[in-house]
């Protein structure tokens, strides 16, 4: 019996569009930007600045290194949010109602970066809302506990801090690999594809 809900954020909350970021930096002049991240993957700088291990400006200093690219941070940071799109709202009205049925919780691989951009975005779309964060017991978010998934010791980070039953607890993440990290720390699983709508999944 499901008792808690711990929830991804991008692909789950919020559109994202993994391939405007590709775009912006291939723009840019920088084609194999898929090698540096991709939605299953980040290289050693992007998972640095995801567990908050490096501030955007050096993460702006590294990147230009990385590859040899003459750019401004502003031109960085733009292409970098290019993926973030607009919050689904029925899912945020969704969002109020299963709060009251079960204990629900937010982990977020994320960036100071990306973090800044979605919370500016819910506040435009969402003036009269709560603050996002309020919609969830805790929103644990990668750069803020220095660890991200699909790591096992993200998952039991949580487990452990909010006392839970990983069999009485279900994730939900549109993406696979952090789908099946989640189910090696014991955790019942949900991987949200294109063709689920989460309003009317029954758990």
Do not use: C
Request: glycine share 4%; charged share 20%; hydrophobic share 35%.
């Amino acid at each position: 019996m499901i008792k808690n809900i711990i929830f991804d954020l991008g692909g789950v909350f919020i559109k994202i569009h993994y391939e405007k970021t590709s775009q912006a930096f291939k723009d840019l002049g920088i084609t194999n930007f898929d090698d540096f991240f991709k939605q299953d993957f980040s290289n050693d700088l992007f998972e640095k600045l995801e567990i908050g291990g490096i501030s955007p400006d050096d993460f702006y200093n590294k990147f230009r290194e990385l590859t040899s690219k003459n750019l401004s941070n502003q031109q960085i940071q733009t292409a970098w949010n290019a993926m973030l799109g607009s919050f689904w709202q029925d899912r945020l009205d969704w969002l109020e109602g299963i709060s009251k049925q079960y204990n629900i919780y937010l982990f977020s691989n994320t960036n100071i970066v990306h973090y800044d951009a979605f919370m500016q975005q819910y506040h435009t779309e969402n003036s009269i809302r709560k603050p996002l964060n309020d919609y969830f017991i805790k929103a644990y978010y990668s750069q803020n506990i220095g660890l991200r998934k699909p790591t096992i010791a993200s998952y039991n980070f949580i487990i452990k801090e909010q006392q839970l039953n990983p069999t009485e607890t279900l994730f939900i993440d549109d993406t696979l690999k952090n789908i099946q990290g989640a189910a090696l720390a014991g955790l019942q699983t949900l991987h949200l594809t294109e063709d689920k709508n989460l309003t009317e999944l029954k758990f």
